[in-house]
T-cell receptor, first 116, second 111 residues
Framework: DAGVIQSPRHEVTEMGQEVTLRCKPI?????LFWYRQTMMRGLELLIY????????DSGMPEDRFSAKMPNASFSTLKIQPSEPRDSAVYFC??????????????FGPGTRLLVL | GQSLEQPSEVTAVEGAIVQINCTYQ??????LSWYQQHDGGAPTFLSY????GLEETGRFSSFLSRSDSYGYLLLQELQMKDSASYFC????????????FGTGTLLAVQP
């Protein structure tokens, strides 16, 4: 059974460029999470979706960040324009959530983003 | 606000037992999870405590005391492959449920 799939695995871009990160959750999961990990700030939740609907986007740093989930099997996180301080590892995770409990989250391999 | 505290680093020798503590502060708490992350890898789920007490999964055990806002992860019969970062995370049930992660404990297992 395939796990969470993320692409690209590595991205190097220049400041000001648009960056789009992609995620395919585990089939059957109804919750999807985007996290950012840096040495300074650790693992931060950016946004999460339940049944394709954004539930909590309080972690999205600013308007340059946007996320979409057009269907149950695909989500994107977009940064436009990108800045050097956005350099981090971005993880997508999915879970099956029922009765309000979050249950176990399964993480993808991450996208390592470097903005020059 | 919500916060978790765990030691930044722990060192132990192969075959030993190590305990990683986690204290938390939050107004809405549902449970405590533990995740393992190897260098360059993704976090993977280890254990979850929804109720007070001890949960055992092979060489790993996790404990929760809600009254003390405290939990720990116990690793027994340490192996070199256990060298990794370990994160506690609590399930925060405020307006929306979500996981809040600690800053992680880097465990170094020495031969």
């Amino acid at each position: 059974d395939a796990g969470v799939i993320q692409s690209p695995r590595h991205e190097v871009t220049e400041m000001g460029q648009e960056v789009t990160l992609r995620c395919k959750p585990i089939s059957g999961h109804n919750s999807l999470f985007w996290y950012r990990q840096t040495m300074m700030r650790g693992l931060e939740l950016l946004i999460y979706f339940n049944n394709n609907v954004p539930i909590d986007d309080s972690g999205m740093p600013e308007d340059r960040f946007s996320a979409k989930m057009p269907n149950a099997s695909f989500s994107t996180l977009k940064i436009q324009p990108s800045e050097p301080r956005d350099s981090a590892v971005y993880f997508c995770a999915s879970s099956f959530t029922s009765g309000g409990s979050l249950e176990t989250q399964y993480f993808g391999p991450g996208t390592r983003l470097l903005v020059l | 606000g919500q916060s978790l505290e765990q030691p930044s680093e722990v060192t132990a020798v192969e075959g030993a037992i190590v305990q990683i503590n986690c204290t938390y502060q939050t107004s809405g708490f549902y449970g405590l999870s533990w995740y393992q992350q190897h260098d360059g890898g993704a976090p993977t789920f280890l254990s979850y405590n929804g109720l007070d007490g001890l949960e055992e999964t092979g060489r790993f055990s996790s404990f929760l005391s809600r009254s003390d806002s405290y939990g720990y992860l116990l690793l027994q019969e340490l192996q070199m492959k256990d060298s990794a970062s370990y994160f506690c995370a609590f399930e925060y049930g405020g307006a929306t449920n979500k996981l809040i992660f600690g800053t992680g404990t880097l465990l170094a297992v020495q031969p």
